[in-house]
T-cell receptor
């Protein structure tokens, strides 16, 4: 079963506007972490933001914020004031314990295109 | 943030040869390293998890004799693609996590092209 779901294969947003990238997850473990990574065309994976399952407040990092709704098991990424350089693939990921320590699972990704 | 260095960035090799990819954590001790494979326009597919000093744990369907992983020190893990074939052509990316660390840091990836 898919543990991380990103329902938007592609998204367009006008420069300077805000955009929300959806992510839902599935886990039965009470302790987990949620991540968003950006992958530009160069291929590198850039860490954006982290939310722990026990964190009371939504995580924020500059123009990035994570809308964490635990009961709904969603962790949407909000990018405010989009810039042309934000055009990239965005992956939602979850870290949960397993028999070997930690297991990271990635979603299928959303391709964001910022329009001038 | 922590830095993970991956080399080479790209490699072209002949079919039948072996290719080694290095992944180094530069400013932290990586107790666990992960190796992923990524096809164009797809997500990262976990190949194996390696803990320092122990054998790597391979995901189902990944041939351990084909993709040799060594994690001999807390700062270095290597992936060797043995007897590479054109179907092994892909983007390979490593990541590393420190003891008790929450975040996962990635190398810059290696584009392998087998002719």
């Amino acid at each position: 079963a898919q543990k991380i779901t990103q329902t938007q294969p592609g998204m367009f947003v006008q420069e300077k506007e805000a955009v929300t990238l959806d992510c839902t997850y599935d886990t039965s473990d009470p302790s987990y972490g949620l991540f968003w990574y950006k992958q530009p065309s160069s291929g590198e994976m850039i860490f954006l933001i982290y939310q722990g399952s026990y964190d009371q407040q939504n995580a924020t990092e500059g123009r990035y914020s994570l809308n964490f709704q635990k009961a709904r098991k969603s962790a949407n990424l909000v990018i405010s004031a989009s810039q042309l350089g934000d055009s990239a693939m965005y992956f939602c990921a979850m870290r949960e314990p397993d028999n070997y320590g930690q297991n990271f699972v990635f979603g299928p990704g959303t391709r964001l295109s910022v329009l001038p | 943030g922590a830095v993970v260095s991956q080399h080479p960035s790209w490699v072209i090799c002949k079919s039948g040869t072996s290719v080694k990819i290095e992944c180094r954590s530069l400013d932290f001790q990586a107790t666990t390293m992960f190796w992923y494979r990524q096809f164009p326009k797809q997500s990262l597919m976990l190949m194996a998890t390696s803990n320092e000093g122990s054998k790597a744990t391979y995901e189902q369907g990944v041939e351990k004799d084909k993709f040799l992983i060594n994690h001999a020190s807390l700062t270095l893990s290597t992936l060797t693609v043995t007897s590479a074939h054109p179907e092994d052509s892909s983007f390979y990316i490593c990541s590393a996590s420190g003891q008790g660390a929450e975040k996962l840091f990635f190398g810059s990836g290696t584009q392998l092209s087998v002719l």
